[in-house]
C-alpha cells in the first residue's frame, strides 16, 4: 500500500499542483459538458436561450482605449465574465435598449453581479461624446473605442466562421473565450436565466 509520506518533495508538489489545477478546472468543464449536451439535444431539464458557440472562440490579444485614457486588453476580460454590446455607428433605441439590458440582467443576479462586468465598444470619440449624458446612467459599463468594432472578439483561427453582429449581446468566459450569443429579440429574462446557470455551474471568475 502506497504511502503519500513516501513521495519525493518534487513528487508531492506536482501532486499538490494537479488538484489546484483540477479544482478550478472541473466546473468549467461540467458548464460547458452542460451546454453542449443541451446543445446536442440531451435532456437535462433545462435548456440555454441564447446562441452557444462551438467551439468556443478564445480571443486574440488586444489594447484598446477607453475615453478616459486608460487602456483595456485581453487580460481585462480574464477572470470575469463579461457581456459584450458593438455599437452600430448611431445608438437608436434599440442600441440603448440592449445597453439598459445588459445593466439590468446583471443587477438581476443579486449576489453574484461582481462576476460580471459589462463593455460597450463605440467606434469613436464622437460617438461617446454623442451617447455621454445617456451614459451616465450606466457607470459600471466600460466604454472602449475601435474603429474596426471587431477587435475585441476577433481570433484569426475562427472569425472566419463568425459573422460579429451588431444587434447582439455577447458573452466572453473567465478565461478569456468567447462562448456565446444573445439575439436582439431575446428576452433579457431568458439572458439572465443562461448567466445564472453557467454561474451557479462554475465557479470560475
Not at 458593438?86 to 433605441?93: H, K, N
Not at 474603429?147 to 475562427?158: C, D, I, K, P, Y
Amino acid at each position: 500500500m502506497s504511502d503519500n509520506s513516501t513521495l519525493s518533495p518534487q513528487w508531492r508538489g506536482r501532486l499538490t499542483f494537479i488538484v489546484i489545477v483540477m479544482l478550478f478546472a472541473l466546473p468549467l468543464l461540467a458548464a460547458w459538458w452542460l451546454y453542449l449536451g443541451t446543445e446536442k439535444g440531451w435532456s437535462w431539464g433545462t435548456s440555454n436561450h441564447g446562441e452557444l458557440l462551438v467551439p468556443a472562440q478564445p480571443l486574440d490579444a488586444f489594447a484598446l482605449p477607453a475615453p478616459d485614457g486608460s487602456e483595456f486588453t485581453l487580460s481585462d476580460l480574464q477572470g470575469k465574465w463579461t457581456l459584450i454590446f458593438i455599437a452600430p455607428a448611431v445608438c437608436d433605441e434599440v442600441c440603448k435598449k440592449n445597453i439598459y439590458h445588459m445593466r439590468q440582467v446583471r443587477t438581476s443576479l443579486g449576489r453574484e453581479m461582481g462576476r460580471v462586468q459589462r463593455l460597450l465598444i463605440l467606434a469613436s470619440e464622437d460617438q461617446w461624446r454623442g451617447l455621454s449624458d445617456y451614459l451616465q446612467h450606466y457607470p459600471a459599463t466600460k466604454v472602449l473605442l475601435d474603429a474596426g468594432q471587431e477587435t475585441v472578439l476577433r481570433n484569426r483561427s475562427f472569425t472566419s466562421n463568425l459573422k460579429i453582429s451588431e444587434s447582439k449581446i455577447y458573452l466572453v468566459d473567465p478565461l478569456g473565450n468567447l462562448m456565446m450569443a444573445f439575439p436582439q429579440s431575446l428576452d433579457p429574462k431568458h439572458m439572465l436565466k443562461d448567466l445564472k446557470k453557467l454561474l451557479k455551474i462554475s465557479k470560475i471568475g
